[in-house]
């Protein structure tokens, strides 16, 4: 069968992107649910999952530092635990006015595991408890599809999560998450974060510099998140004890470039606006590849981090390429505000520093993407099988033209919901594509919906019935097999057929991880055709990427947004990475050993870079895992560990003392310096 071109039409730009922020009356919505994000001493925390061994532990640290901890609910069981009352269930506190009398729960932490998530939310929400704020990594996306529908729809509950450390306000001692109380210190900084590691690194630092933090909160690592960076700048512009506002963003999603947007519009109608500084992790990551976090990706059409960077910096944020430098650099900024009394601010940038960066500005290197990798996606044979069972017509022989065109079903981080990209390439150039979003419980496309999207690829009218089937067959796939994007290729045929002659299939590795849902769908990846070290890692826990090129430092980090940082940070300094490695926000002495294992399986490794803060991970049992592994792997690579946070000068002290070639360092850019010079050495 051969394929001839679609009609012809004339290159079709997308307008710039433009938002309005308005104070204007509207209906009710999910927006009037952001004033319940100001936690504080009068907030009153509820357990999900309380009885927990990890919702205990965290419940007597909440309650020693100083929140309002007044009970929780275990199914089917009442009593007490920890002196608290509990409760059979969420809906009691809804209905029972007594239990109500004794709870009045102004939020909830939900501490159960991520197959669970999705309906103690949803209880929660029937319960209108102010604020939700789920912990849990691993949650189906198509179970917070589903909540995310159920949230649009109602004006009581405010959702902060999935997989996040939470929300947490130094100044009125409420911590509802598992953030590591010792970094905080009540004081005036605002900080929105996706990353867990990330956010506590900034944390430190501001308390380091002597600010301290009003409100943290957290947006999370998944693909959807309850509350983004939008919602954050909007509650702390008006929040009297916010005097300065820190964004840390990474790669995956548009949620930095909704918040370049808000930071723009921001300094044009404010007077004196409050300073902003940001990070995005990611500068150096692969393309195509998931970096630890279960967000961490580009969808069609997204833009990568170099771009969020750029938007950001042009928005009138102040840019640094490493957390350490938030504290010292909010200082500088408070300092220059001060200073001038009584002037206006001028618009755009001229009022604040460029940047907080010491080092030289490199531009990212355009990685290789070929080869073995973890990925995902399936390969395009078994997309086509999967196409061929909805009766799509697939022509496995043709090949791209320049009148192809792209449509795809995948996730509109912004709007919440599932989203067709239709694009007038073949490929999702951001330029030529368009999103249409539509709600996660829509089970048939409407004929406004299919001619809008035939109209930007330029399709004639008689082709709107077959790309509607097209269209809903691929909608169909997407929720029975629960996919985070499906991406087609499509051709005209010379029958005047559209056809399928690329695609490109990502199915949602959590739905089976943690829920045992999908398996037909699992058992396509073949481990045998994967990177092996990669393979391997996995079963210990560990996320590790092998990067290409010269690497010849291997980093072994915990936490997945830090893991990305020291990469771009490494890489600034002039060092080449061999690897990401995040061994987990709680790594263990066992998990430090076996990261080493799999490091210096690569022979490109010449020197090793440990970046490791010690928030939920105590500094002193990382120093273990490493001397162990020197002892019990015979290591020659010299190794150079950077350590802060908790127990940060015995673990130090540890490795000072172990008579082992390591070398200790605090502050990053020593530690990244030292790495660099060992690595030219060997």
């Known amino acids: 069968m051969t394929l001839h071109t679609l009609p012809k039409r004339a290159p079709r730009l997308r307008a710039p992107l433009t938002r309005h922020f308005t104070t204007t009356p509207r209906t009710a919505s999910y927006a009037d649910t952001l004033p319940n994000l100001k936690i504080g001493a009068h907030t009153r925390v509820l357990f999900q999952g309380f009885t927990g061994r990890q919702a205990t532990a965290n419940v007597k640290e909440s309650l020693e530092w100083g929140t309002k901890i007044v009970g929780g609910v275990k199914p089917g069981v009442e009593g007490e635990h920890l002196g608290l009352p509990v409760f059979p269930s969420v809906k009691v506190l809804a209905n029972e006015h007594q239990a109500q009398e004794r709870a009045k729960p102004d939020a909830s932490a939900i501490y159960v595991p991520g197959n669970q998530t999705a309906k103690a939310i949803e209880e929660a929400i029937e319960a209108e408890i102010p604020l939700v704020v789920a912990v849990a990594e691993h949650v189906p996306i198509h179970d917070i599809l589903r909540i995310h529908s159920m949230l649009q729809t109602q004006s009581k509950t405010r959702l902060v999560g999935a997989n996040c450390p939470g929300i947490i306000s130094a100044i009125g001692k409420c911590r509802i998450g598992f953030q590591p109380l010792p970094c905080f210190a009540p004081g005036n900084v605002g900080i929105v974060a996706k990353s867990g590691t990330l956010s506590y690194e900034t944390v430190a630092s501001t308390t380091r510099a002597g600010l301290g933090q009003s409100l943290c909160i ?5 693909v959807l998140a309850g509350t983004n960076f939008v919602d954050a700048l909007n509650l702390f512009e008006n929040d009297p004890d916010t005097r300065g506002i820190i964004l840390v963003g990474e ?5 930095e470039m909704d918040a370049a947007e808000w930071i723009k519009d921001y300094r044009r109608r404010t007077v004196d606006p409050k300073p902003i500084m940001a990070l995005v992790g990611g500068l150096e990551a692969p393309p195509g590849r998931i970096m630890g ?21 042009r928005a009138g944020a102040v840019m640094v390429n490493h957390p350490e430098k938030f504290g010292e650099g909010m200082k500088t900024l408070f300092a220059n505000q001060s200073s001038r009394p009584g002037t206006n601010q001028i618009s755009g940038t001229s009022s604040q520093k460029r940047g907080f960066h010491t080092m030289r500005r490199i531009t990212p290197i355009s990685r290789p993407t070929g080869g073995h990798k973890r990925s995902l996606y399936i390969k395009q044979f078994q997309a086509f099988d999967i196409l061929k069972q909805k009766s799509v017509p697939v022509n496995e022989t043709a090949s791209s033209s320049d009148s192809s065109i792209s449509v795809s079903i995948t996730v509109d981080r912004t709007a919440l919901s599932p989203c067709i990209i239709a694009s007038s390439t073949s490929e999702s150039n951001p330029a030529q594509s368009q999103k249409f979003p539509f709600p996660y419980t829509q089970t048939k496309f409407q004929s406004s919906t299919i001619a809008a999207v035939a109209s930007h690829l330029g399709l004639p009218a008689s082709s709107h019935k077959q790309l509607a089937g097209f269209v809903q067959a691929l909608w169909e796939i997407y929720k029975e097999k629960e996919s985070f994007t499906l991406e087609t290729q499509i051709a005209m045929s010379a029958g005047g057929t559209l056809e399928v002659y690329g695609a490109h299939f990502g199915f949602d590795d959590a739905a089976f991880r943690s829920s045992g849902r999908q398996e037909d769908i699992h058992k396509l990846w073949d481990t045998s055709e994967e990177v092996a070290e990669e393979v391997e890692a996995e079963k210990d826990g560990i996320v590790y990427v092998k990067l290409e ?15 990305m940082n020291t990469v ?11 690897n990401f490695l995040d061994t987990g926000g709680k790594a263990t002495s066992e998990t430090v050993k076996a990261s080493f294992r799999v490091i ?9 870079f440990v970046n490791i803060f010690g928030g939920l991970t105590r500094c002193d049992m990382i120093a273990e895992g490493i001397i162990l592994a020197f002892r019990d ?19 130090q002290k540890m490795i000072a003392e172990s008579g082992l070639p390591l070398h200790a360092f605090d502050g990053f850019e020593e530690a990244a310096k030292k790495v660099i010079a060992l690595a030219k050495d060997q």
């Open 568 to 578: 771009d940070a490494l890489t600034i300094h002039g060092g080449h990475c061999a």
């Open 293 to 313: 976090h279960a967000g961490a990706w580009a969808a069609p059409g997204e833009p990568d981090a170099q771009t969020k960077y750029q938007a950001l910096e």
């Open 633 to 651: 792997l015979n290591m020659k690579v010299p190794v150079v560990v950077r350590l802060r946070g908790t127990n940060e000068e015995l673990g």
């Open 549 to 563: 090129g010269e690497g010849s430092i291997g980093t072994l980090v915990n936490g997945a947004g830090l893991a």
């Open 600 to 608: 210096c399986s690569d022979t490109r490794v010449k020197a090793v």
């Open 218 to 222: 957290s947006m999370g690592g998944d």
């Open 251 to 255: 790669i995956g999603g548009t949620a």
